[in-house]
């Protein structure tokens, strides 16, 4: 099956700081979705991109299909974007989202 | 914004008793998933669910796991007997509006599953 692959494992910021995270994935892909996993265990949607770049307030994203790999930007970060990040990707055969490992960020104020 | 709903949020259970983990998906998607996750670890596939039957199963996914569709709105995740190791956070997901094929899953809030 497809392989998702994160980096880094676990990143240490100073509240304000930017960050990115990388997520490597091993075939073509009908689906990638950026997901927040909060204190609290619930997974939070952050972005639908299979491809291209998309911005939401202080996040955005990049899918470079064509390469396999997507970004996940972080600006100014917050204690509140404590938490772990997810990649899932979709191949273009079967029918599962597949996680990578996750990175756990920790934003200290 | 619709959402996945599921219940019950917790769930302690006693080793070898049978639970069911219900689920509402969001009302006009087609596709629905569980996932479950044990505490620490990343988010595994377990099951996906399409015009009344399994698409694709995980090897996680053994005879003590079912999955339902009762009526036009539930679905439901059984464990028949269940193990210390079925410990874990429960996700159910749904997917794909009628009409579009690639759209993201939308995941409810879980249900956390305790063995003792």
């Known amino acids: 099956g497809i392989q998702v692959e994160q980096s880094p494992p676990d990143l240490i910021l100073q509240e304000g700081a930017n960050s990115t995270l990388r997520c490597n994935f091993s075939?073509?892909?009908?689906?990638l979705q950026w997901f927040h996993q909060n204190p609290w265990g619930q997974l939070i949607n952050l972005f639908y991109?299979?491809?291209g770049t998309k911005q939401n307030g202080r996040l955005s994203a990049t899918t470079v299909a064509t390469e396999r790999y997507s970004l996940l930007y972080i600006s100014s970060s917050q204690t509140t974007d404590s938490g772990v990040y997810f990649c899932?990707?979709?191949?273009?055969?079967?029918?599962?989202?597949?996680f990578g490992e996750g990175t756990q960020l920790t934003v200290n104020p | 914004e619709p959402e996945v709903t599921q219940t019950p949020s917790h769930q302690v259970t006693q080793m070898g008793q049978e639970v069911i983990l219900r689920c509402v998906p969001i009302?006009?998607?087609?596709?629905f998933y569980w996932y479950r996750q044990i505490l620490g670890q990343k988010v595994e596939f377990l099951v996906s669910?399409?015009?009344?039957?399994?698409?694709?199963k995980s090897e996680i996914f053994d005879d003590q796991f079912s999955v339902e569709r009762p009526d036009g709105s539930n679905f439901t995740l059984k464990i028949r007997s269940t193990k210390l190791e079925d410990s874990a956070m429960y996700f159910c997901?749904?997917?794909?509006?009628?009409?579009?094929?690639?759209?993201?899953?939308?995941f409810g809030n879980g249900t956390r599953l305790t063995v003792t």
């Open positions: 997901a749904s997917s794909a509006p009628a009409g579009s094929y690639n759209s993201p899953l939308h």
């Open positions: 075939d073509s892909v009908n689906n």
């Open positions: 991109i299979p491809s």
């Open positions: 899932a990707v979709f191949g273009t055969s079967g029918s599962r989202l597949t």
């Open positions: 009302s006009n998607h087609l596709y």
């Open positions: 669910f399409y015009n009344n039957e399994i698409s694709e």
